[in-house]
């Protein structure tokens, strides 16, 4: 798996986060034995645990420190918040779904990921308490990028995002310099919706 991605993700460190982490313990029984291919996969709920191509070049556009401060939107099954608390200082992640959100909080517990903080997904999307945040990785699509997330982005943050219609999305890396906001594309891709106020309508 982590060859795959090695051939598009270049951060060693990143490299090396995705081999720690053990995604098939992220992965419901009935679709284990595919845990290592690079694919996404279904968790139930509507909902499914990325490719694997798609965590390391979205951890690696991030450009993580140790001591950064992640904001994770979309916890799913917790594998891309384990594989960014091996990256950063700490790691706060909202869910929607809660047997998603309990099941993941006790898969990064018992994996000893005690950087994670999961927590539900409230009326505003982010966690504007816990704000600002040094990076944000968004692991749903939106039709635009949410304001309030980029509220909660600091002075020299990024934020990636996938962006655009049901049927398909650009990834998007967004950074904050003061108050100007750069945006790039990283290419195309294809997630689950966003659920609630800045998803889609009828999400």
Do not use: K
């Not at 949410?146 to 219609?165: E, F, M, N, S, T």
């Amino acid at each position: 798996m982590v060859a795959r991605v090695a051939e598009v993700v270049r951060d060693p460190r990143v490299l090396e986060a995705m081999r720690s982490v053990p995604r098939h313990a992220f992965v419901p029984g009935e679709v284990r034995r595919y845990a290592y291919a690079d694919r996404a996969l279904a968790i139930g709920h509507g909902q499914t645990i990325s490719q694997p191509l798609i965590v390391g070049m979205m951890s690696e556009a991030l450009e993580l420190g140790p001591a950064d401060r992640v904001l994770e939107v979309g916890t799913g099954s917790g594998y891309q918040a384990a594989v960014l608390a091996l990256l950063a200082g700490s790691v706060t992640t909202v869910e929607i779904v809660p047997v998603l959100r309990e099941r993941a909080r006790a898969t990064l517990a018992r994996l000893g990921a005690d950087r994670v903080e999961v927590r539900e997904a409230g009326e505003h999307p982010g966690a504007p308490a816990r704000a600002p945040f040094d990076a944000i990785l968004v692991a749903a699509a939106a039709p635009a990028v949410p304001p309030a997330l980029l509220d909660q982005l600091a002075d020299g943050g990024r934020l990636v995002i996938p962006v655009g219609p049901r049927s398909g999305q650009e990834l998007r890396l967004l950074t904050r310099r003061g108050g100007a906001i750069g945006s790039r594309s990283l290419g195309g891709v294809r997630f689950v919706p966003l659920v609630g106020r800045d998803g889609y309508e009828g999400a």
